[in-house]
């Protein structure tokens, strides 16, 4: 067992919260949790973050607030979890789905069921009690996607209505949505089809993200659903996203001119 505590990292390190991410990321797939190409894929997230300034954004915390509504109002709403997202934030997973009463559910993209039972024991570590997408006589296949995520739980993302897709790959955003479900997810990156196809994206990194997320959706728990509904009515997904598109502009802009 590849244990992150070991990792000697100076701690007056200007990008040390970086460097633990990626850190975690590597004890996750020395784990089992992740894939390769998820470590690759993590990689093209942090450069978004950095161009958007490594930091969480009015647009992205709008983006937030709006999406712990829309768990509050959904009448099945769903976590789906993948390698990435066990090994850097289990616990805080764990913690959102209790606050919200959203179910978790496991689905990869690089399917394997050592992993995905690797995954689901690393949740419970962190105190799951119900992992769905595990049994595979509740097993049904979303019609047109080919990719192994195309197998989801009976039970789980594909009754859902609301389905929070952290870490996404838009084939499965693209079919979700025509299922007619609506669709929270973090991305970085404010140009994929996942960014643009959601009904709420939240471009931030999810590990400062999620714990945003915690926060309001505490603060907002006790909240009627016409205060809630008013929260979702008032959002415009697209605007937030040309925000973030902008925040981009205007540091490379910034640079360009400190430059000269």
């Known amino acids: 067992m590849y244990d992150i505590n070991a990792i000697n990292l100076p701690k007056n390190h200007p990008r040390l919260k970086s460097l633990l991410i990626r850190d975690k990321l590597v004890a996750g797939f020395k784990n089992g949790l992740v894939v390769q190409q998820g470590l690759m894929a993590h990689g093209r997230g942090e450069a978004f973050d950095y161009l958007l300034g490594e930091k969480s954004m009015k647009y992205a915390k709008l983006a937030i607030k709006t999406a712990a509504a829309v768990l509050f109002l959904a009448k099945l709403p769903i976590i789906s979890v993948n390698g990435n997202i066990a090994a850097l934030c289990p616990r805080e997973i764990v913690e959102l789905s209790n606050i919200t009463n959203t179910k978790i559910e496991v689905n990869l993209f690089y399917h394997n069921e050592k992993r995905k039972q690797a995954i689901a024991n690393n949740l419970k570590k962190h105190g799951a009690k119900e992992i769905l997408g595990m049994k595979i006589e509740s097993h049904k296949h ?112 910034k640079n360009i001119i400190n430059y000269e």
């Open 142 to 253: 979303i019609k047109g996607l080919e990719s192994s995520r195309k197998v989801v739980d009976k039970d789980g993302i594909y009754k859902a209505d609301v389905v929070l897709v952290p870490l996404e790959d838009g084939d499965r955003c693209i079919k979700l949505k025509q299922l007619g479900k609506t669709i929270i997810t973090f991305d970085l990156n404010p140009f994929s089809r996942t960014s643009q196809t959601a009904d709420i994206t939240i471009i931030d990194n999810v590990v400062r993200g999620i714990i945003e997320l915690i926060r309001i959706s505490k603060k907002i728990s006790n909240k009627d659903d016409k205060y809630l509904r008013k929260i979702v009515n008032d959002f415009d997904n697209k605007k937030n996203i040309a925000l973030s598109i902008l925040q981009i502009n205007n540091n490379l802009l």
